[in-house]
């Protein structure tokens, strides 16, 4: 991670750095202009009298003096040791950055990236507790804080001090004269200047940190190239205390390269926000409301912007056509891909939903003319409210689930290829009759797929989940959705945060679908890294 030039040349005098207790980091890396290191000797001894003090003593004839028992002073460690441990310890701090960086570059998204940050810096100033905000400058998003040994409560009072009272505040509000550093807090009594304050301290600023038990902070800007200032991060120190002059180079290394990575962070990150808000504009914006039957929908896009897709339109005579699907692939082409498929297929069943049957064959052929390297896997179901009688016809798609209080159980459908495989699709429909208070489930194979098992145990969890619903839970599709969401999915799932409650976000309608959660803000330790499907639910539950 630091590229360091294997040509440097050290030309070091043991006497001198014994004598000065030079290391190599004091100003001994000293290289002339001509490319030959400079002379660091020590002065020779002079001659005196013509006599060289390098010859030998002619010795007495006379008879030595009696021998008389001295002490000798004890053993002065060897310059070449001083020199060795100098070594060392750089040795040590080029090992510990590049592990550092090496976690750091592991982390798959900006969520964990700023995570790992703070727990590095507060490794390398010695501090157990701190934040980071992130406030890019362009104005662009996103911003959010995390805390480092604090919860929300002790955030939510340190945002109460004004931003110029603090030295990470003064920082993101972007004052020429902000570097950030270590601040002290003087005791009250102190005079103005103490502790790196200018001015007495804020009382806010001394009643918060009072409060959560902190004397001393050190800040560091979070600053990149490409995008400029990106934010601040700032670490508490329960006593009045600083980081020592090596702390501070160690960590301004870590900081400036850990920026660089926070900016490309970022830069994926606002990508998956677009690439999910136009996923999310393509479907439906609320569901349509058919007497005898109650809808809800949940939808989760994946990090990579996935082309799984539902629909619910209503259709003449009272009947209602459900779909759901998926596209092969990622990224905008697949979205792409994915709105012209829903679009088609809405066209199909208006003209001819009474026959799901119809309705994919003609979906499959425009696939087939219009993209033949892609394919899709697709579920309608042409559904009559009034008789509780449901017509469905799936391409290599999932099976229904069906969940009531008497059963709950997969819908067998005949097996079919996905559309776009074959050079003529067809397969048969299943009719369903659904007893009263019964709700169909309708999914894409994501949420087996973010389960973590194998696809035939992920069918018997979701059974399960279905199955365990209590009463309440069945008789509301939206608590039921959230219900199966929060049972299949691994704990830490990013479809997780938009669950809130037994009955689904607050204020949310039962038939509108879950706000998209933006990836990469799963809690800590979340298998982020595994949730790159797309989550498609779509229940439809029958009076």
Excluded: N
Aim: net charge negative; proline share 9%; charged share 20%.
């Amino acid at each position: 991670m630091l590229d360091i030039d294997p040509r440097v040349r050290v030309d070091v005098d043991s006497l001198m750095a014994a004598q000065h207790d030079l290391g190599v980091c004091d100003a001994i890396w000293r290289i002339a202009p001509g490319g030959k290191a400079d002379a660091m000797s020590a002065p020779h001894l002079p001659k005196v009298a013509g006599i060289d003090p390098e010859a030998t003593a002619v010795p007495h004839t006379t008879a030595p003096a009696p021998a008389r028992t001295v002490l000798a002073p004890a053993a002065a460690p060897a310059p070449s040791t001083l020199i060795q441990d100098r070594l060392a310890g750089m040795v040590s701090d080029l090992t510990t950055l590049h592990e550092l960086t090496e976690r750091l570059a592991r982390a798959c998204d900006l969520d964990s990236s700023l995570q790992e940050f703070l727990r590095a810096g507060a490794a390398l100033v010695g501090a157990r507790r701190g934040l980071i905000v992130l406030e890019p400058s362009d104005g662009l998003g996103p911003t959010t804080t995390i805390g480092l040994g604090l919860g929300r409560a002790d955030l939510g009072h340190i945002e109460t001090v004004p931003r110029a009272a603090t030295s990470y505040g003064r920082i993101l509000d972007g004052l020429p004269d902000a570097h950030g550093g270590s601040e002290v807090l003087p005791e009250p009594d102190a005079a103005p200047g103490i502790g790196g304050y200018g001015a007495p301290v804020d009382p806010r600023h001394r009643e918060v940190a009072a409060r959560l038990g902190y004397a001393a902070s050190y800040a560091l800007p979070l600053t990149a190239e490409a995008t400029g200032r990106l934010g601040a991060a700032v670490w508490l120190y329960d006593e009045q205390a600083e980081p020592s002059d090596r702390q501070r180079d160690l960590a301004g290394l870590y900081a400036r390269h850990a920026a660089e990575h926070l900016a490309r962070m970022l830069e994926v990150e606002r990508s998956r926000s677009r690439l999910a808000t136009v996923a999310e504009e393509l479907l439906p914006s609320r569901l349509p409301r058919i007497p005898g039957v109650q809808l809800a929908a949940r939808h989760h896009t994946g990090p990579r912007g996935g082309g799984d897709w539902y629909d619910a339109l209503p259709l003449p005579e009272g009947a209602l056509g459900l779909a759901v699907g998926s596209v092969t692939g990622a990224g905008p082409s697949a979205v792409a891909a994915m709105g012209r498929l829903r679009a088609s297929l809405r066209a199909y069943a208006v003209m001819e939903g009474e026959d799901p049957v119809a309705v994919l064959s003609d979906l499959e052929l425009l696939l087939r003319l219009t993209e033949p390297a892609r394919c899709a896997t697709a579920l309608f179901a042409y559904c009559e409210p009034a008789q509780r009688k449901i017509l469905l016809a799936g391409a290599g798609h999932a099976p229904p689930l069906v969940v009531g209080e008497r059963r709950t159980e997969y819908v067998e459908t005949s097996l079919s290829a996905p559309l776009g495989m074959l050079s003529c699709w067809e397969a048969p429909s299943v009719e369903i009759d659904a007893a009263p208070g019964e709700t169909v489930l309708l999914y894409t194979d994501g949420l087996l797929r973010r389960t973590g098992d194998a696809m035939d145990r992920a069918y018997a969890r979701l059974h399960a989940a279905a199955a365990g619903a209590p009463r309440g839970v069945r008789d509301d599709p939206a608590a039921l959705c959230d219900h199966v969401l929060r049972t299949v999915l691994p704990e830490g799932d990013p479809a997780l945060a938009a669950v809130v409650g037994p009955t689904g976000p607050a204020g949310a309608p039962a038939g509108m679908p879950t706000a998209p959660t933006a990836p990469g803000l799963a809690a800590a330790g979340g298998r982020t890294g595994e949730a790159v499907e797309d989550i498609v639910l779509l229940a439809a539950r029958f009076d």
